[in-house]
């Protein structure tokens, strides 16, 4: 649904502009953004690049698995359906640290075990899980202590201080999380109960 929004708007963005005898800014605009695109690939790879190979190194080493360990108890009290040492609590932590790092890019192939894991729990396979709901929320808000893109962003643009977003981010993180979680139980309840 969504890519025929951006369809549609793209369409009557290049018919407005060709009636209005103005293509030649789309081509020149095409072009810009192409060009400013792969810069911005270019400047950003390093850093992901780093943190994902930080990543992997956390999980050869068995780093990953330490922390996740460290992690069970609180997303036990999250998960309550979830069996204790079930994957899903593996990957779930694994993403919920990749998050933590600013690494949706590292976060994402764990988020998508997690739910392929979630699913298997699930009793009713057309409907989502409490799990899955509740780790969708926490996906979503995503705890950032490290805002790895948005510093590199800030970098490649020439920010005087790059790195001033960490407290902002942190904060605003820890709120949506706080909020999010506590809508998804009270909706719960209220549906459980209701």
């Known amino acids: ?27 020149e605009e095409i072009l810009n953004s192409c060009k400013n695109t792969l ?3 270019f400047q950003l ?3 992901v690049a780093l943190w994902l ?3 992997k190194i956390a999980t050869a080493s068995g780093l990953l698995q330490i922390v996740s360990n460290k992690l069970s108890p609180f997303l ?10 079930h994957p899903a609590l593996g990957y779930i932590s694994s993403n919920i640290i990749a998050n933590v ?6 976060a994402t192939p764990f988020g998508l075990k997690a739910m392929e894991s979630l699913q298997e729990l699930n009793h009713n396979k057309k409907e989502a899980s409490r799990s899955m709901i509740t780790f969708l929320v926490l996906n ?5 202590l490290i805002p790895t893109t948005i510093i590199s962003m800030r970098m490649l643009y020439g920010s005087t201080n790059p790195t001033e977003v960490i407290l902002p981010c942190i904060l605003a993180t820890l709120i949506s999380t706080t909020v999010g979680l506590t809508l ?7 549906s459980k109960h209701g």
Do not use: Q
Request: hydrophobic share 55%; proline share 5%; aromatic share 18%.
């Open 101 to 106: 790092f600013g690494l949706g890019n590292a």
């Open 1 to 27: 649904m969504v890519n025929k929004i951006w369809g549609f708007f793209i369409v009557v963005g290049i018919a407005f502009a060709f009636f209005n005898g103005k293509i030649d800014i789309i081509n």
């Open 76 to 85: 036990r009290i999250i998960f309550p359906e979830i069996p204790k040492d």
């Open 140 to 144: 979503t808000s995503g705890l950032t």
């Open 45 to 47: 790879f390093p850093v």
């Open 53 to 55: 190979g930080i990543m």
């Open 39 to 41: 810069e911005l690939v």
């Open 184 to 190: 998804d139980r009270i909706l719960y309840y209220r």
